[in-house]
């Protein structure tokens, strides 16, 4: 319907019958138009076409729904594709008056849906090939955000004519056992057409994406085995370029295909991913990018053998980076420091200043008959009771200290000489009193704790380079030396 939905560059657009389900109820042959950009994580939106009669339903359907729906698209007889969401939210019901007369042959849009995921399949072949199916299997993940951490670079070659020919250099990752095919970072095309000073132009989006290809004839026999692992090691490798980049990247949609048969295009809206290129040195030099991405995954993935998940800890030091403020970011870098410090404590049995439960249980016993003998206030009796189990917790700056000798690491050298560290003093007073924290002291302990939480994970990720975790400017101000 090209007066309603216009075609818009670099969006793709869907019209199809569909049914909507939620527990109690379901809607069939629903007309509904679904649009969403291809290059960008944004908003799915669907619009369901019709007259008095379905807006009549919807608008009872929405009363019964409570929150998402479900969709799914009607096949019908070489029909090719299908469209399904598990997470469909009704925007709005559009209940028009229109005249007696009109009655339901007037179609306008009378609901608007939110996907904050869509998948679409394509039957490319009615063919079981068994041996054909499990030849190969590729996926490629679409990403956002800064390029800054592994910039597309081009060769270009132009010909007598005129004519410019563009490469793009793709970078492939070794990443051993974890993957056994190719795992390339590639810039990605986006064609589309557009309309300037009223001529249709073919115009080109550059984008990111992740490229993964197997060659392993025992990881081909299942699709969805396939897709489950290879999005695992793509949330990892980002979540690895993020925290080395000091910024998000994400994927927000794949295409799989296992050739001949059956291609699956899934689509995630994330459109609260806010793409801001905020400068900021980033914590892994660019040069390094590709040596730290390959030795990063293996050493995680190792480290996930061991029971060790570092996830977590990069995940709060991200969300650090995000915050609009100086305790916020504290709170949150401290709370990825404390994170490593518990998975240290559990490793290596320091979770506990005594571990005998015997010796324990008779010390708790002398504890109690001091507290009971020593005051006549029951109140302060109960309060100090209830915290004797505290007692056996080691403090977080011993455990910090043996985590920073263990990974040959340390704060010394983000002070002034001869100053004692103050980021716990900070965070005691944020965390544990309603007290007003000095501006500049808060300030140079969050980039502190922040280089400290950084340095420990690179460590336990087996790079050495902590040259970023501050960089040089930056620790030079906090120890005071400029």
């Known amino acids: 319907m090209p007066g309603l939905f216009p075609k818009k560059p670099f969006y793709k657009q869907h019209e199809i019958s569909a049914s909507l389900s939620n527990n109690s109820m379901k809607l069939d042959d629903l007309h509904i138009f679904i649009e969403y950009p291809e290059h960008i994580p944004w908003i799915i939106?669907?619009?369901?076409?019709?007259?008095?009669?379905?807006?009549?339903?919807?608008?009872?359907?929405?009363?019964?729904?409570?929150?998402?729906?479900?969709?799914?698209?009607i096949s019908y007889e070489n029909s090719r594709q299908n469209f399904e969401s598990s997470k469909v939210i009704i925007r709005s019901v559009h209940r028009r008056s229109w005249p007696e007369e009109y009655s339901n042959p007037m179609t306008d849009i009378v609901a608007?849906?939110?996907?904050?995921?869509?998948?679409?399949?394509?039957?490319?072949?009615?063919?079981?090939?068994?041996?054909?199916?499990?030849?190969?299997?590729?996926?490629?993940?679409?990403?956002?955000?800064?390029?800054?951490?592994w910039p597309a670079t081009f060769m270009s070659e132009i010909s007598y004519t005129g004519r410019v020919d563009i490469t793009p250099y793709n970078i492939e990752y070794d990443l051993g056992d974890l993957f056994r095919g190719k795992v390339i970072r590639k810039a990605w095309f986006f064609h589309s057409s557009s309309f300037v000073d009223g001529n249709e132009v073919d115009t080109t989006f550059n984008g990111q994406a992740i490229h993964l290809i197997s060659d392993d004839p025992e990881e081909n026999r299942n699709d969805a085995k396939f897709i489950e692992k290879t999005t695992r090691i793509v949330n990892d490798l980002t979540l690895l370029v993020s925290f080395a980049a000091r910024a998000d990247v994400i994927w927000f949609g794949y295409v799989f295909s296992n050739h001949n048969i059956l291609d699956i295009a899934y689509i995630s809206s994330k459109y609260n991913f806010k793409d801001i290129e905020i400068y900021r040195h980033e914590l892994v030099v660019q040069g390094g990018a590709e040596e730290f991405i390959e030795q990063g995954m293996k050493t995680l993935y190792k480290l996930r053998k061991e029971n060790i998940?570092?996830?977590?800890?990069?995940?709060?030091?991200?969300?650090?980076?995000?915050?609009?403020?100086?305790?916020?970011?504290?709170?949150?870098?401290?709370?990825?420091?404390?994170?490593?410090?518990?998975?240290?404590?559990?490793?290596?049995?320091?979770?506990?200043?005594?571990?005998?439960?015997?010796?324990?249980?008779?010390?708790?016993k002398n504890i109690i008959k001091v507290i009971q003998e020593s005051s006549n206030e029951d109140e302060t009796k109960k309060r100090m009771l209830r915290k004797i189990s505290e007692l056996n917790r080691p403090p977080i700056s011993d455990i910090i200290d043996k985590v920073l000798s263990s990974y040959q690491t340390g704060y010394k050298d983000l002070y002034?000489?001869?100053?004692?560290a103050t980021f716990f003093t900070t965070r005691n007073q944020l965390i544990h009193t309603a007290g007003v924290v000095d501006e500049e002291r808060l300030y140079k302990d969050t980039y502190r704790v922040r280089s400290l939480a950084e340095r420990i994970i690179l460590r336990m990720l087996d790079w050495y380079d902590l040259s970023g975790a501050p960089n040089e400017g930056l620790r030079q101000y906090l120890a005071g030396e400029h």
């Open 45 to 73: 939106k669907g619009y369901i076409l019709g007259g008095r009669n379905e807006a009549d339903e919807l608008t009872t359907f929405m009363s019964s729904t409570h929150g998402y729906c479900q969709l799914n698209s």
């Open 112 to 149: 608007v849906l939110e996907m904050e995921e869509l998948i679409v399949n394509y039957h490319l072949s009615d063919r079981q090939n068994l041996q054909d199916h499990e030849a190969k299997k590729e996926i490629v993940f679409f990403l956002a955000g800064p390029w800054v951490f």
């Open 309 to 364: 998940d570092l996830i977590r800890p990069i995940r709060d030091i991200l969300s650090g980076h995000k915050a609009t403020t100086l305790e916020q970011k504290f709170t949150l870098y401290f709370l990825a420091l404390e994170k490593i410090k518990d998975i240290y404590a559990r490793k290596n049995g320091v979770e506990k200043n005594i571990y005998n439960a015997k010796l324990w249980k008779s010390m708790q």
């Open 416 to 420: 002034p000489e001869n100053q004692e």
